[in-house]
């Protein structure tokens, strides 16, 4: 299910510029090519408003979920001044996903979460779903909104269309059950929230992620690199049952602490104000081994 994540109260934020993430000085090089047939697009336009969250028309994401009950996604979305994530050009930008005490989904009092699913992305019958796809992601923190890595976070995810398992879950934080698990890195977990891959959390420069899944073969392969650098292999392909269709989601899911009921109790830290930064967001078609590095 949903993993959650939390606060990062201010920390005021030692060596910040206005909310903005800094841009570490690697920013000039080539954008990376998007070079599979595109299934799901969730690259913002550079011309984009914050209120085009809000509707099916404008949005490349669900407007209508995973979200606080009385939240729009135009009060969810920031656009950070940073440079572009690996697949995003001048065309595009990037994104922050922001969660605070009114995060709370439908009654789910111990998470608070802010989950964007691609447009077209159903539930059952998803092409998302079939062959062989991968999921691409880029993430930066922002040190105004930092996450409180004493807590669970859950980030990407693709959930089964029964919401019983996620297929993989792409996570940081204190994995809840696995205190032998270091606190500070992206972690890959396959179904059986097994770590299959982890990666220290970078500050001020951009981490890129994708994660091949094989419906076909039930495998998945996770792929890597920093800044502008292309994408290389960090696994083989790993056995994993995708099986269970569903929906892929991104942004943030934090899990309270001290309960054995996550979705429904535990403690979440009140005035929460944390948000992570993405970019090049998009599902290709990775039939006959093709893959964006
Ligand atoms: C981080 O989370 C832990 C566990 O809930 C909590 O004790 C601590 O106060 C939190 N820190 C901040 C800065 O919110
Ligand atoms: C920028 O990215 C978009 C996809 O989001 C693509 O359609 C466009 O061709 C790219 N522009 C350049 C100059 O590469
Ligand atoms: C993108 O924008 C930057 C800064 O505005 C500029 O230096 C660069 O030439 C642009 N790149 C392209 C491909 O247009």
Known sequence: ?????LVGLLAAAATTVTGAPSCSGVHAAAPGTVKCPLVFDGRVKATAALTDFDSASTSPFNPDY??????K?????KFPQTSNARFDNNSTKAIEVTISDA???????????????????????SPGTTGVKTIHFSIKLDPQRPLNLSHEYLNVWHESADY??????????????????????WKVLNR???????????????????ITLD??????????????????????????DNSGEGQYQIGIL????????????????????????????????????????
Not at 164 to 176: K, L, M, P, R, Y
């Open 1 to 5: 299910m949903h993993r959650a994540t």
């Open 66 to 71: 995973v979200k606080g009950n009385n939240l």
């Open 73 to 77: 996604w135009s009060q969810i979305i």
């Open 103 to 125: 995060s709370i989904f439908q009654s789910q009092q111990g998470f608070r979460r802010a989950g964007l699913q691609f447009q077209g992305d159903t539930n059952n019958g």
């Open 164 to 185: 019983s398992a996620n297929q993989f879950n792409f996570e940081a934080g204190t994995i809840i059950g696995q205190s032998g698990l270091p606190k500070n890195t």
């Open 192 to 210: 059986q929230n097994q770590q299959i891959w982890s990666t220290p959390i970078v500050k001020d420069d951009w981490q890129n992620f994708a």
């Open 215 to 240: 419906f076909n073969k039930n495998t998945l392969q996770v792929y890597y690199s920093q800044g502008t650098d292309p994408l290389k292999s960090v696994t083989s392909a790993v056995s994993n």
């Open 254 to 293: 934090k899990k309270p602490t001290g309960t054995s009921d996550v979705v429904n109790s535990g403690y979440q830290e009140s005035n929460l104000n944390e948000g992570l930064i993405y970019g090049s967001l998009f599902v290709e078609d990775s039939a006959n081994g093709c893959i964006s590095l």
